[in-house]
């Protein structure tokens, strides 16, 4: 049996908002089926194409964009470069015109109330996250392809292992952290050089170095950006983005043009503990409200929580003087060893976890990250992953009214002082007596997330989803 191999640009990738097991997972669900297409060379064959959302993607598919991602991937748009200002537009004019220009190439009818098909009570077996796309040929046969989107923008087509990425020669193969510690410690390796060392079977080293930087530029765009963007989230929930009005608060009268100035300002203005904690709720609070609003986001390891490693990462640059191209780089390698770990040994999609597999997930991977960061040994770096999650053990997903808002966003601040939290008392503890390991608490999410009832998983069928009066307009 193969082992899985995940590269860091498997575990934070460049996207759209809200979710990516919901939007980004669909949106490359329908690339791959317009590629399958061209592939089998019935492009030019197809007169019509229907899209089956099934289970998670259909009861929450209109919060979180499913049906926007799927159209716009059926399109041939690129999530990674495709202008976020013109989504609106494109979709509004997709359901006018009852036109879509399949893989930008050939123009069929498309009426989104009639080939846009929820199955809100129907659940394939594999992932509740599964979505079906049917094209209809001029010789009357048809073709048909079902996608699941299993979590952090991963995709498997049925049919396939998932393992279907070329296997390379690894120098440090892991599945577990035991294996991770044990590399570490027989090579004296910091748990981001291990991982550095890794990405040359896939890459030369420059480009791996380059690949990062241009994450962590999303990662402060995103950040500069939301904290600069006032107004309301759309949805219908009418929520007020706060980010903007707390960094107001904080800088007073003071305004910056640029992240830098901005981020120099920020650590001029004092380093007291109300003053950081406040600064590091508006930082998660700014990615996950420009996540809300189809903005420009890296999954880390999940759209929902895509604030937490930001926060913790703009924490450390703002606070700990981590602001050096070398800090970055090794702050955001270590953090996706850890994800790689909980999504070999559990899950990192909400639809199959709830949300300890997201923001639990992420503030473990920001934890270990910080811990190595400030000088933690290997094992305390393990310890704050552990740390991290442990007392996320049984988060619940249920976002209301199937949007990534409420509790999503605010759950992102609180994952990221979690997670800074855990670092100190890593960096506090002696790990050679700590009684729980990080294997036992990936292992007990798992088992967690098997026993979760499946109301609690994303569906927006229990909890705070239908424990809170809400009316939305019409789609």
């Known amino acids: 049996m193969q082992r899985e191999q995940i590269s860091v640009f498997d575990i934070f990738k460049i996207g759209i908002g809200p979710s990516s097991s919901h939007t980004l997972g669909p949106w490359r669900a329908a690339q791959q089926f317009t590629a399958s297409l061209k592939q089998k060379e019935l492009l030019a064959q197809v007169l019509q194409v229907k899209v089956l959302l099934y289970g998670s993607l259909a009861k929450t598919g209109i919060g979180h964009g499913t049906d926007i991602a799927t159209l716009l991937g059926l399109t041939g748009a690129d999530p990674v470069t495709y202008d976020v200002n013109a989504i609106g537009p494109a979709i509004a004019a997709i359901k006018k015109d009852q036109l879509l220009s399949l893989a930008g190439e050939k123009l069929i009818s498309f009426d989104y109330n009639e080939d846009m098909i929820f199955l809100f009570s129907e659940s394939l077996p594999f992932h509740p996250n599964a979505v079906t796309f049917q094209a209809f040929l001029n010789d009357g046969k048809a073709f048909s392809e079902t996608y699941y989107s299993i979590g952090g923008g991963f995709v498997v087509k049925e049919g396939d292992t998932g393992n279907e990425k070329e296997q390379v020669d690894l120098p440090f193969p892991i599945e577990k952290a035991s294996e991770l510690l044990h590399w570490c410690l027989s090579t004296g390796l910091k748990v981001s050089e291990i991982v550095m060392e890794n990405e040359l079977a896939w890459r030369r080293e420059e480009e791996t170095l380059k690949g990062i930087l241009q994450h962590y530029t999303v990662m402060k765009d995103c950040?500069?950006?939301?904290?600069?963007?006032?107004?309301?989230?759309?949805?219908?929930?009418?929520?007020?983005?706060?980010?903007?009005?707390?960094?107001?608060?904080?800088m007073g009268d003071s305004a910056y043009t640029d992240y830098t100035s901005w981020v120099m300002a920020i650590r001029a203005g004092g380093n007291g503990f109300n003053y950081t904690l406040d600064w590091v709720s508006c930082f998660a609070l700014a990615v996950n409200e420009e996540n809300a609003s189809f903005g420009r986001v890296v999954t880390a390891p999940t759209n929902g929580a895509a604030g937490v490693i930001p926060a913790v990462l703009q924490y450390?640059?703002?606070?700990?003087?981590?602001?050096?191209?070398?800090?970055?780089?090794?702050?955001?390698?270590?953090?996706?060893?850890?994800?790689?770990?909980?999504?070999?040994?559990?899950?990192?999609?909400?639809?199959?976890?709830?949300?300890?597999?997201?923001?639990?997930?992420?503030?473990?991977?920001?934890?270990?990250?910080?811990?190595?960061?400030?000088?933690g040994s290997q094992r305390q770096v393990l310890m704050a992953a552990e740390i991290a999650m442990e007392h996320h053990l049984g988060l619940t997903c249920d976002p209301i009214g199937g949007l990534v808002q409420i509790p999503c966003i605010e759950r992102n601040t609180m994952g990221a002082i979690k997670a800074i939290t855990a670092s100190q008392l890593a960096l506090q503890s002696n790990p050679d007596k700590a009684k729980v390991s990080l294997d036992a608490v990936v292992n007990t999410m798992w088992e967690t997330a098997l026993d979760m009832n499946s109301k609690y998983k994303e569906t927006s069928d229990g909890g705070l989803a239908t424990n809170i009066p809400i009316s939305l307009p019409e789609c």
Request: hydrophobic share 45%; aromatic share 8%.
């Open 223 to 250: 950040i500069y950006r939301g904290c600069h963007t006032s107004g309301f989230l759309p949805g219908g929930l009418n929520v007020a983005r706060r980010a903007a009005a707390l960094n107001k608060r904080l």
């Open 316 to 375: 450390y640059i703002t606070f700990c003087d981590g602001f050096t191209e070398e800090k970055i780089i090794q702050f955001i390698t270590c953090a996706s060893e850890i994800g790689s770990i909980f999504k070999k040994g559990a899950t990192i999609s909400a639809a199959m976890g709830g949300c300890q597999a997201e923001i639990g997930v992420s503030s473990a991977m920001a934890a270990a990250a910080l811990t190595e960061c400030v000088g």
